[in-house]
């Protein structure tokens, strides 16, 4: 088909998505429809990890991200209420500014990496590195330390949102 | 067999979704969607990282992906339950509305 | 015996700590006798070690290691104390006469409200006087130098509630501190010449040394001799410093700390020995200062301001011994010195406790009933210091006016005049004081007392060595073997041995004793016959007369060509450098900051918004710059 291989018209049309639902996050007005939109998103990068053969990584990006923090995210908007008519929305100048950084910063970094290795194939089908028990080897081995203070940092998020998310008691509780 | 992709291929969409991220995180004023951007942009260094990790066929840059994720996971619980906060005390999540309030 | 030397200063230093920690808390009496019991301690140490020193001759210098003191690369300096005959002599003198003086103070000072740390000093001045002369390199000297420098300025200052006696104590501490500087340098030059400070190894390498560089450590040693020994121009601490109790006079300011100038150089003999510059220098400033304090002597009418500038005098004459090579004569000088002008000052002080503090000889006169013990001995102290055979004083000066003469007859002609002169103002001094009527007031002469016993006692001890002193030197052209000479065989390097002939020192003798004879007789007629009496007035004083009174004005030059200036400049330096200069730079650092800041905070609006524009501009500068 027009020359391309299975794998390329996947990356091609697996990309356009992304880019695509990664632009309707940042401009739709409905904080709920970004939720969703970016949960599309990531559901194109999971995408990508299984064309780099990268299963076990799109699983738990799936799991991880689509299922967990984006659900959180949701809850969260809808428990506070928000919809595109409360959504507050910046001066249209600094839009535009904000849209004028992004062109120049994207030329930069394009400008920055072309210099980088060109046309070097990245060869996913072929890659075994991305299987549970390779990955499970490093990191286990290589990579316990940092694994176990990971595990710490959770534990200190989780007492902490949970400090932070307390009720904390008002004046005139304490008042009282 | 599947045929590869050149890097410069990754390169270029993770730069993209950077810098959508980049725009958002300016152009918004919805903290929710200011965060989310993050996400994004986190997700397109994890995909790069995930990318160069096939390229060199070592592992580290998918641990690495990992810890994001962990670290990643750990900030949106914190900064979720923050904002919460925020929005229980001011009844708006406006961050321009925030810079007022620095009094 | 010899290791046990470490004793002798350890004994000062525990009577020092435990009178200053405890002073306070302990009787007045316990206190003094806890501080004299110290020092006898040292003195018998001091003085078996002496013994045994004498009987094993032949091993005349003994190094005794304690610790590794200083190990920094090529410095390697061992806290070392040196026992020989030097040391030890010194040792004897230092321990022996400063319990004498422990003993008087205890009578002296019993009515004083800082009775426990008079002794603490005490006790501390004896320690560091001890580390001086013990120490086997000029490092530990220094140490002990500065030591006696700061206790001499606690002694001085000690009734610190007086301003002028602060002054006069701050006065002692800068002048010191000149010298000082000079004692520093030559000890470095020494380490930078011969790469150590050790006695032996130095004056092993002396020889190797440039003439050139010899002459310079020699000098600047004597600069710290000089600010020491109060030698000209150095010397108008030491009439000031009789501000002190008159203990610290006898103690510091003429038996012991002004003769640490002395030991220094007669240690460092073998500089002087081989640098006829330096030794000439040493000689012609020996001699100036002691005819120019013996002049002014003549008309002061402070009974200690009398044996203050004597001291000065007879610092002179010694260092004038030591210019000419009669480096024996020179600690003969100083050990018979020690005797009478301790004798002297505590006399004094025997009398202005009688007088109920006046120090006017103006207003004294005829206390030679009412404090008979004091007079008799004073009067010995008198004749010792005058050179009447065969009391002390004669034999030692005689000595270094011999070698003077042997050296120049110039010199010694004006030793002699400063001796001479010596001998009137002393009997001046010894005239106006126990002679004629009363002039106090009536208070006074009905408070006349003799001191109590643990002050004559010591007067007694003291003049009993006046008297018998001299024989430690008899002249060697009597017939005697001259032991002091002896003693110190081994130390002086470079001997000099005495080329008259027996004729002219009998001649010299002569003209001495006549000449002292003469004058005490011209003194009687002045001051009993003509009842001579100093003007009551100062301002009635007229030419030289007035100018030596006012002792040649030395203070007011001083005052005009280096104080008076120094502040001007300090002025001049305070309203313009650091007034203007100094402030105006930090006042404008900070206000720079402040105005700076009042720009740059507009910058800080707490607009996350604004942070973040410039967080991605700064990226983009980044990437920018790093890569394109």
Redesign the interface.
């Known amino acids: 088909m027009l020359g391309y291989?299975?794998?390329?018209w996947l990356?091609g049309v697996l990309?356009l998505m992304?880019?695509m639902f990664?632009?309707m996050?940042?401009f739709t007005r409905n904080?709920v429809n970004?939720?969703l939109y970016?949960v599309l998103?990531?559901f194109c990068?999971a995408g990508?990890?299984l064309?780099?053969?990268?299963q076990f990584?799109a699983v738990?990006?799936i799991v991880?991200?689509a299922g967990?923090?984006m659900v959180?995210?949701l809850f969260?908007?809808m428990?506070?209420n928000?919809n595109a008519d409360t959504?507050?929305?910046?001066h249209i100048v600094?839009?535009v500014?904000?849209?004028c950084?992004?062109g120049?910063?994207?030329f930069?970094?394009?400008?920055?990496?072309k210099?980088?290795?060109?046309?070097?194939?990245?060869?996913?089908?072929?890659?075994q590195?991305?299987l549970v028990k390779?990955?499970g080897?490093?990191?286990f081995t290589?990579?316990l330390f940092?694994f176990e203070i990971?595990s710490i940092?959770?534990l200190?998020?989780?007492v902490?949102?949970?400090m932070?998310?307390k009720?904390e008691k008002t004046v005139e509780e304490i008042g009282n | 067999m599947l045929n590869g992709i050149p890097i410069n291929y990754y390169i270029m969409l993770c730069a993209v979704l950077f810098i959508i991220g980049v725009v958002g995180v300016m152009a918004r004023r919805n903290a929710i969607i200011v965060f989310m951007c993050i996400e994004l942009m986190l997700n397109a260094v994890n995909l790069l990282l995930v990318a160069f990790s096939t390229l060199h066929q070592d592992a580290s840059g998918q641990v690495f992906v990992f810890f994001i994720m962990a670290v990643a996971a750990a900030e949106v619980a914190v900064g979720l339950a923050i904002l919460s906060m925020v929005y229980r005390n001011f009844k708006s999540i406006d961050i321009d509305l925030l810079s007022r309030i620095k009094n | 015996m010899i290791k046990l030397v470490a004793l002798i200063p350890l004994f000062p230093l525990l009577g020092f700590l435990i009178n200053g920690f405890f002073g306070k808390k302990i009787s007045k009496g316990l206190s003094g006798t806890i501080a004299s019991l110290a020092v006898l301690a040292s003195f018998v140490v001091s003085l078996l070690i002496f013994m045994d020193l004498e009987e094993h001759h032949e091993m005349t210098s003994h190094a005794v290691n304690l610790f590794a003191w200083i190990n920094s690369g090529s410095l390697n300096i061992p806290f070392e104390f040196l026992v020989d005959p030097l040391s030890s002599w010194f040792l004897l003198i230092i321990t022996g006469i400063g319990f004498l003086i422990h003993i008087y103070s205890i009578g002296y000072m019993h009515d004083d409200e800082g009775f426990s740390r008079f002794f603490t000093y005490l006790n501390l001045f004896v320690f560091f006087m001890l580390l001086l002369v013990l120490g086997n390199n000029y490092l530990i000297m220094f140490v002990g130098w500065e030591g006696v420098g700061l206790c001499s300025y606690l002694l001085i200052g000690f009734w610190y509630k007086n301003t002028a006696y602060n002054n006069a104590a701050k006065k002692a501490f800068i002048m010191n501190r000149i010298g000082d500087l000079g004692f520093l340098l030559g000890i470095i030059l020494i380490f930078v010449t011969f790469g150590s400070i050790t006695y032996s190894e130095v004056f092993s390498l002396a020889g190797s040394g440039s003439n050139s560089v010899i002459t310079a450590i020699a000098l600047l040693l004597f600069i710290g001799a000089m600010g020491k020994s109060a030698q000209l121009p150095l010397y108008t601490w030491l009439p000031d410093a009789m501000a002190g109790p008159t203990p610290v006079s006898a103690l510091i300011h003429a038996a012991t700390m002004v003769t640490a100038g002395i030991y220094m150089i007669v240690r460092s003999n073998v500089f002087y020995s081989m640098s006829d510059v330096a030794s000439e220098v040493v000689a012609i400033v020996g001699v100036t200062t002691a005819l120019f304090a013996a002049t002014i002597g003549l008309f002061q009418n402070d009974i200690k301001k009398v044996l203050a500038y004597s001291t000065v005098s007879q610092l002179g004459l010694m260092f004038l011994g030591l210019g000419v090579g009669a480096y024996s004569s020179s600690v003969f000088h100083v050990t018979t010195h020690a005797f009478f002008k301790a004798l002297l000052f505590l006399g004094a002080g025997s009398v202005i406790h009688a007088m109920g503090g006046e120090q006017d000889m103006r207003k004294m006169g005829g206390l030679k009933k009412a404090l008979p013990i004091t007079f008799m001995t004073m009067l010995i102290g008198t004749i010792a210091i005058s050179g009447i055979p065969p009391f002390s004083g004669f034999f030692s000066k005689d000595e270094i006016l011999a070698h003077t003469f042997e050296h120049s007859p110039v010199l010694w002609f004006f030793g002699m005049v400063a001796s001479i002169l010596t001998a009137f103002y002393m009997f001046r001094l010894l005239y106006l004081t126990f002679y004629r009527n009363f002039r106090g007031t009536h208070e006074q002469e009905h408070h006349l007392h003799e001191s109590p016993k643990s002050m004559t006692i010591p007067l007694i001890v003291l003049a009993v060595l006046s008297i018998l002193g001299g024989f430690l030197g008899l002249p060697e052209f009597w017939g005697f073997t001259n032991w002091m000479h002896h003693h110190l065989d081994s130390i002086i390097l470079h001997k000099n041995p005495s080329v008259l002939n027996h004729t002219t020192e009998w001649m010299l003798m002569g003209i001495a004793v006549i000449a002292a004879s003469i004058t005490i007789v011209v003194a009687y007629m002045v001051y009993i016959k003509k009842q001579t009496l100093p003007e009551a007035k100062d301002e009635k004083l007229t030419g030289l007369k007035k100018v030596i009174y006012n002792k040649y004005y030395v203070d007011e030059i001083y005052n005009l060509i280096i104080t008076k200036p120094l502040n001007a400049m300090s002025d001049l330096f305070y309203k313009f450098f650091d007034k203007q200069v100094i402030d105006g730079f930090v006042n404008g650092v900070g206000s720079a900051v402040v105005g700076m800041s009042s720009i740059v905070r507009k910058a800080q609006t707490g607009h996350i918004g604004v942070y973040i524009f410039s967080m991605v501009l700064g990226i983009i500068l980044i990437l920018f710059y790093s890569f394109i």
């Open positions: 291989t299975i794998t390329q990356f990309s992304a880019i990664a632009l996050v940042v904080p970004s939720v970016l998103t990531f990068i990508h990890y064309l780099l053969n990268a990584l738990v990006h991880v991200y967990a923090i959180l995210f969260i908007i428990l506070m928000l959504e507050p929305r910046k600094t839009r500014i904000a849209g950084i992004g120049v910063l994207l930069v970094m394009v400008g920055a990496l210099g980088a290795e060109q046309l070097q194939l990245v060869q996913g089908g072929s890659s590195i991305g390779n990955l080897k490093v990191l290589e990579f940092p990971a940092l959770l200190s998020a989780l902490g949102a949970i932070i998310g009720r």
